[in-house]
């Protein structure tokens, strides 16, 4: 099984933003071609919602009615078949605790819940690009009344390293966190990470972690990296990210994801 992120793995990201380019490079694109042929399991797997990532299999190519691809989204709270969009595994958590928190230190953050088929519930607007779908404007207490599978919190005012030692600082209990490229929080249920999410995969196709090749770039692959039989990290991913992987291939902007599976699957 190929496990691959999207944003800086199949994806250029678009110079100071954190939105990437909605194409794939012709060498990406035969890579997993090669690799699909010869029999191998090409799942997705992303910190993006569902809807956020049925564009990119179109891209790909990897979807059929015949023969639906597997996805891993929401960081592995959400995994499902497409096309149709069918939800095979879910993961919810009481986020109330943890928003308030967070937001006590940054009051001004943004805040944003899936509202699947349609886009994000959020409190205000995020930047433009950095959500799939339609922002809809709700009131912060009304979107994590019930459970929910993933909350992001902003704060373009703030840094990485602030947002890093929030989490820290706060033990966030009862929910795992990723920290995203910029001062951007992924709240999940805990134990929930994309290596969570391609176990479910796994146990349904019958494939061992240690048959598992995955690629990605960010500080949400670590555990997937860390997992999988062979973990590769982007050219350029940070320390933290290189430091778990069994390998470092070529950057995003040099097709590194088509430089390792070319290693396995050669044209």
């Known amino acids: 099984m190929v496990a691959l992120d999207i944003d800086g ?156 030692a929030l989490a820290g600082r706060l033990g966030l209990h009862g929910t795992d966190y990723v920290v995203g490229w910029t001062a951007w929080l992924d709240l999940a249920p805990v134990g929930v990470s994309k290596a969570s999410g391609l176990e479910v995969v796994c146990r349904e196709l019958g494939v061992e972690a240690a048959d598992v090749l995955a690629i990605g770039d960010g500080r949400n692959d670590v555990e997937m990296l860390t997992w999988a039989g062979r973990g590769v990290a982007m050219g350029q991913a940070v320390e933290e990210v290189r430091a778990v992987a069994d390998a470092v291939t070529s950057t995003v902007d040099d097709d590194g994801a088509a430089v390792e599976m070319s290693r396995w699957w050669p044209a």
């Open 9 to 164: 793995t199949l994806l250029r990201w678009i110079d100071g933003t954190g939105t990437s380019h909605e194409e794939i490079t012709p060498a990406v694109h035969d890579a997993v071609r090669r690799a699909q042929e010869a029999g191998a399991h090409v799942v997705l797997a992303s910190g993006r919602s569902p809807d956020g990532m049925t564009g990119v299999a179109d891209l790909l190519g990897l979807a059929t009615e015949d023969s639906p691809v597997w996805v891993v989204s929401s960081n592995g709270a959400v995994v499902f078949r497409y096309p149709p969009m069918q939800v095979v595994h879910e993961e919810t958590f009481d986020a109330r605790a943890a928003v308030a928190a967070v937001l006590t230190e940054h009051p001004q953050a943004l805040v944003a819940v899936e509202e699947r088929g349609r886009g994000y519930r959020v409190n205000r607007h995020f930047p433009m690009g950095e959500l799939s779908g339609e922002m809809i404007l709700s009131e912060v207490e009304s979107m994590v009344a019930e459970p929910v599978s993933r909350v992001i919190i902003r704060d373009p005012d703030a840094t990485v390293e602030e947002f890093v």
